[in-house]
T-cell receptor
Framework: SQQGEEDPQALSIQEGENATMNCSYK?????LQWYRQNSGRGLVHLIL?????REKHSGRLRVTLDTSKKSSSLLITASRAADTASYFC???????????FGKGTMLLVSP | EAQVTQNPRYLITVTGKKLTVTCSQN?????MSWYRQDPGLGLRQIYY???????DKGDVPEGYKVSRKEKRNFPLILESPSPNQTSLYFC??????????????FGEGSRLTVL
């Protein structure tokens, strides 16, 4: 079952702009994670936010979590061409020992 | 270097010819999992393993088998591959999803084509 759904499906911006991606999910979670995938490569973990956290930062990344709305957002500030990739949210639903991924947002950052 | 290694990276095979995709991790992780990635469908979990000799079905287990005889290895077996199993496969491992880290480490993927 697809737990998380990212929005938008695709996003095209210029270098230097901020990129915001959203993730909605359906059931209670232990934590939510964001991953990045360069074309055809393995996914790389970016950041994890626990259900009792509301915001987390890592370098140019800012993640928020609103458990009442069952949603999260990933903000990449001052985007670079090297940020071009697909971004996935993944949820670790409460009571389940598995991580479920959304379909991803494809980000294109043009120089 | 901490890594998850999958082999083969690319494979073209024919319907019905049994194949195994190997996965090995050197991080002493308890949790391992297989995903397939298809255009428009995202990543879907095939099987996962919480520890040695413990495996469970994911969302799309039909046509696949796994085993976990050793902590470091988690092979994916396609007993009789069919064209609908043409996909990009990823193995991933984690210290433990039950702990607060829960970060998954992914292999580089195995692109399988079944003719």
């Amino acid at each position: 079952s697809q737990q998380g759904e990212e929005d938008p499906q695709a996003l095209s911006i210029q270098e230097g702009e901020n990129a915001t991606m959203n993730c909605s999910y359906k059931t209670s979670i232990n934590n939510l994670q964001w991953y990045r995938q360069n074309s055809g490569r393995g996914l790389v973990h970016l950041i994890l936010i626990r259900s009792n956290e509301r915001e987390k930062h890592s370098g140019r990344l800012r993640v928020t979590l609103d458990t009442s709305k069952k949603s999260s957002s990933l903000l990449i500030t001052a985007s670079r061409a090297a940020d071009t990739a697909s971004y996935f949210c993944a949820t670790d639903a409460s009571g389940y020992s598995t991580l479920t991924f959304g379909k991803g947002t494809m980000l294109l950052v043009s120089p | 270097e901490a890594q998850v290694t999958q082999n083969p990276r690319y494979l073209i095979t024919v319907t019905g010819k049994k194949l195994t995709v190997t996965c090995s991790q050197n991080m002493n992780h308890e949790y391992m999992s297989w995903y397939r990635q298809d255009p428009g469908l995202g990543l879907r979990q095939i099987y996962y393993s919480m520890n040695v000799e413990v495996t469970d079905k994911g969302d799309v287990p039909e046509g696949y088998k796994v085993s976990r005889k050793e902590k470091r290895n988690f092979p994916l077996i396609l007993e009789s591959p069919s064209p609908n199993q043409t996909s990009l496969y990823f193995c991933a491992s984690s210290l433990s999803l039950l702990r607060s880290t829960g970060e998954l480490f992914f292999g580089e993927g195995s692109r399988l084509t079944v003719l």
